[in-house]
């Protein structure tokens, strides 16, 4: 059965672009750098800030990247982002992924990163960034997998945390461990010719803990999440004190390691 639409579990608070604003082409696109070529023509589709757009098109310097979001008011930092690095081939658009306003065959590279995740029918989403891709382009796609997250030291209240986060994110529509359904979904998408491969984001320096937990700490207690967890009758105002209290406590722990695995996949459109 097709799910409902899913509204962006995160929202855009602060705590949640600190992340987003920290994502780079090497760091969350590196299974897609080797198919980019000067004059490509790409698709970045849930593009938020714009961080991994500006290095996308500083990676075609002939070619052009489309950078689409479903929410409006995101293109305007986005689009300030591409200004800062002086990248002046992206053009910005809202756009919906599971009905894509562009001709078929309208890109060489369609590409999206911790989207499919947050959207109620991903095979839909596939099957149209299938469409909007050239022959012999590239659908290339990445999620993270909120199961297979793991860290130490074992602090308990971060194990009710990604509990509390999955309810809340399937309540919403989408499906929080998407990286290993990934390549499912594309098949069932009807693409073929599938490379699925796996990378992780690791979180252990100080500076890193530090960042990390205090996101964390700070999207629990103000976010689209921490609102829809309150909302929906997940969890009570005390029980995101005590994970806020918790990410807190981990992100002290000088043995502390965060790992955020990711599914990845390069989808070739014959």
Known sequence: ????????????????????????????????????????????????????????????????????????????EAREAAAARGVHNVRFAVAD?????FPDGSFDVVHAHQVLQHVGDPVGALREMRRVCRPGGVVAV???????????????ALDTWRDLYR?????????????????SWARAAGF???????????????????????????RTKASTYAALALEGGHARPDDLDGIAAAWRLWGQEDDGWFMVPHGELLCRVP
Request: a negative charge.
């Open 167 to 183: 309810r809340v994110a399937r309540a919403n529509g989408g499906e929080p461990d998407a990286g290993r359904r990934l390549r």
């Open 97 to 101: 992924v599971q009905a894509l306003d």
């Open 1 to 76: 059965m097709t799910r409902k639409p899913a509204v962006y579990t995160h929202g855009h608070h602060e705590a949640v672009l600190r992340s987003h604003r920290w994502r780079t082409a090497g760091n969350s696109a590196a299974h897609l750098l080797p198919e980019l070529r000067p004059g490509a023509d790409v698709l970045d589709i849930g593009c938020g800030p714009g961080t991994i757009t500006a290095d996308l098109a500083s990676l075609v310097p002939e070619g052009t990247v489309t950078a689409v979001d479903a929410v409006a008011g995101i293109l305007a």
């Open 142 to 156: 990445r999620d993270s997998d909120y199961g297979a997250f793991t860290w130490f030291p074992e602090v308990p």
């Open 192 to 218: 073929t010719d599938i490379t699925a491969t796996a990378s992780a984001w690791c979180f252990t320096t100080p500076d890193e803990r530090a960042w990390w937990s205090e996101l964390w700490a700070d």
